[in-house]
C-alpha cells in the first residue's frame, strides 16, 4: 500500500463548492433560511483556512500551555454552542453546560491520551489538538439535541425528570445510529483517512474503535450530567429559536 495522497489542486476543490451552492438554492426557492446555510459554509471555509494557517505553527511550537490554552478556548466555544437554541437564559445556562464538557470530555480526553494511547510528552499537539476536537464537537452537538428537546418538553408541561428522560433519549439518537451504521453503511473520517495514508486496515480499526467508544461516552456522559444539572435548577420552559 501506498503511504502518499494526491494534493489536491484548488481548482478541483472549488467543484466541491457546486452541490454545496446546489443545496443553498433549494433553501433558497423553498423561501427556507438560506442565509444561515451560506453563512455556516462561509464560516466553515474562514475558520479551516485559519486552522490551516496556525496548527503547523503551533505543532512546531510544542509548548504545553500553549495546548492548554487552545483546549481551553475549543471547551469555551464548544459551551456556548451547544446552547446557540436557546434564546434566553443562555448565560445562565452556559455554566452548567461547561462543567458537562469539563466532567464527560476532557476525563474522557484524558483517558484517551494518558492511558489508551500513553503520550510522551502527554500533550503532543498533533495528536491531541484533533482528537480534542472530535470529543468536544461530539459532545457539543449532544448537549445540544438534549438541551432543545428537554426546555421543549417542559413547555408542554412534561415533569422534569421525564423531560430529563425523554432529552437523553433522543441526543443519543445520532451518535446510537453511528455505531449501528459504521462498517455497514460508513468508514468513518478517521479511519478513512488512515486507510487512504497506507495504514493497515486492521490497525485502522483499532482506532476507529477507540473513536467510537470515546465519542459515545463523552456525549453520553456530557449530555446526562448537563440534564442532571438542568433538573436541579428551578427553572420554567425557555423560549426556543425559530
Sequence with gaps: ?????????????????????????????????????????????????????????????????????????????????????????????????????????????????????????????????????????NSMNTISLAAERYFEELKRDVEKLKARNIAFRAAMIPITNSLFAVGLVSLPGMMTGQILSGIDPLIAVRYQIMVMAMIFASGGISSAICLVLFTRKDSKPISMQN
Design 1 to 137: 500500500m501506498t503511504n502518499s495522497l494526491p494534493i489536491i489542486p484548488i481548482s478541483s476543490l472549488l467543484l466541491m463548492l457546486v452541490p454545496v451552492a446546489g443545496v443553498l438554492w433549494i433553501q433558497y426557492k423553498w423561501s427556507l433560511n438560506y442565509k444561515e446555510g451560506l453563512y455556516a459554509v462561509s464560516r466553515m471555509l474562514g475558520q479551516l483556512l485559519i486552522v490551516g494557517y496556525f496548527l503547523g505553527a503551533i505543532f512546531n511550537a510544542d509548548r504545553a500551555w500553549i495546548i492548554i490554552l487552545i483546549l481551553t478556548v475549543m471547551i469555551v466555544a464548544a459551551s456556548w454552542i451547544a446552547l446557540r437554541t436557546i434564546v434566553k437564559q443562555r448565560r445562565q445556562l452556559f455554566l452548567y453546560v461547561l462543567v458537562s464538557l469539563l466532567i464527560g470530555g476532557v476525563t474522557t480526553l484524558a483517558l484517551v491520551t494518558q492511558v489508551v494511547l500513553e503520550f510522551d510528552p502527554w500533550y503532543k499537539p498533533q495528536y491531541m489538538i484533533p482528537l480534542a476536537g472530535m470529543i468536544f464537537s
